[in-house]
């Protein structure tokens, strides 16, 4: 065969490959075809190299192949190639399909023997593109699956039921905007029959959040077991320790409440956590104390106050990813809308807490991107 007609061939057979036609290239090829650049697995000869290329090609919707140039010599000719493809058929190499356009150049050597393609050499970036993708999604699920073991260790360190006191009942909502989060809330068996009642939220998201809010806790615990029934001291001492820990532009807020079942008497001191609400004969008020976050500077003194709970008042604690939660025209949710919710009256057997779940999921509406964990949780007085 001439020069001309060695590369008119060549042409035909790219061309084939291109479009998978297996049929085409099988009677481009001749018997004792040898293929040198081998895909993972692949066996160099006709058959191998037969599903290589269906394996490759099917896998992509949109295949273009253009041949951008050839030089013949002897009974070889070299081309070189650029393609184009949509990779979301089906998986690739180890490769998941991504929905991505990939792109595709190369230099191929073929050896002409009569009028068939004897063997093929090739070196080209469709393959290590490939590679780096398996890696990226290999990466991505290793993340994924350390999160959702996070997930579960977080979870095993917040409280799995509400204490039961005669005459209250507490009720808590936990939602993390990620797979793992910054809120906590906790419940502290204390002298006398107190039981004390942390609701805190670590600034920022994700795993570090996550870090910091299992150690606050820690210190939380461990303070107020030393003597946990005044709360402007349990957060003083805290934050002392705290303030070796936690690293640059991270903080903690946290409202500690000390509760006497017995009497009704509620003290509570805040390092600068959102505002709890009590209602009172059909009325919300701000439980208000002073505070700076915990973990800013050592040395902090934390204000503390007094309530008295009467029978049928309601305590809501909650987090700042309630109130700044948007709705889809971007509206926030707000203390306003908050506070006005609070004002309504409850249907026999509804929670506070229930009621502002089912608000909130009004307001968000479906398919709503979180942008913060939402924690709250509802202390009842019960009528008697």
């Known amino acids: 065969m001439s020069v001309e007609e060695n590369m008119a061939l060549v042409r035909r057979f790219l061309e084939a490959r291109g479009t998978a036609d297996l049929d085409a290239l099988e009677d481009m090829m001749a018997p004792d075809f040898v293929d040198h650049t081998l895909a993972p697995g692949q066996e160099p000869d006709r058959e191998g190299y037969k599903r290589q290329v269906a394996e490759y090609v099917t896998a992509f919707s949109d295949v273009h192949l253009v041949i951008e140039d050839q030089i013949a010599a002897g009974d070889k000719v070299v081309s070189r190639i650029s393609g184009w493809g949509t990779h979301d058929r089906r998986e690739l190499m180890g490769t998941a399909p991504t929905g991505r356009e990939m792109t595709y150049t190369g230099i191929v050597i073929h050896r002409i023997s009569g009028d068939k393609i004897a063997e093929e050499w090739g070196a080209g970036t469709g393959l290590s593109e490939l590679r780096g993708l398996r890696l990226e999604q290999e990466a991505r699920e290793r993340i994924e699956q350390e999160l959702r073991v996070a997930r579960r260790i977080q979870h095993a360190l917040l409280p799995k039921a509400a204490p039961a006191l005669d005459g209250w009942e507490i009720t808590y ?7 793992v989060g910054g809120d906590f809330y906790d419940f502290l068996e204390l002298a006398d029959g107190c039981l004390g009642i942390i609701v805190g939220d670590v600034s ?20 107020a077991q030393r003597g946990g029934t005044e709360p402007g001291q349990v957060l003083g001492q805290a934050n002392d320790v705290l303030c070796s820990d936690v690293p640059p532009n991270m903080f903690v807020t946290c409202f500690y409440s000390v509760l006497d079942p017995e009497s009704g008497g509620f003290r509570f001191a805040n390092a600068g956590h959102n505002l709890p609400w009590r209602r009172h004969d059909g009325q919300a008020d701000e439980l208000r104390a002073r505070g700076m976050p915990l973990g800013l500077m050592p040395g902090m003194s934390y204000e503390e106050k007094e309530a008295m709970l009467a029978a049928g008042d309601d305590v809501l604690f909650y987090s700042d990813g309630l109130v700044e939660a948007h709705s889809p025209q971007g509206e926030m949710f707000g203390s306003p809308r908050l506070r006005s ?10 929670s506070l807490t229930a009621l502002v779940v089912e608000e909130l999921g009004r307001f968000t509406g479906e398919g709503w991107d979180q942008e913060d964990d939402i924690t709250l949780l509802t202390l009842q007085h019960s009528a008697t």
């Open 341 to 350: 919710l609070l004002t309504e009256q409850l249907s026999s057997g509804t």
């Open 173 to 179: 909502h936990y939602q993390p905007a990620r797979e």
């Open 204 to 223: 920022g998201k994700g795993i570090p959040a996550a870090v910091l809010m299992a150690s606050t806790r820690s210190i939380l615990r461990a303070v």
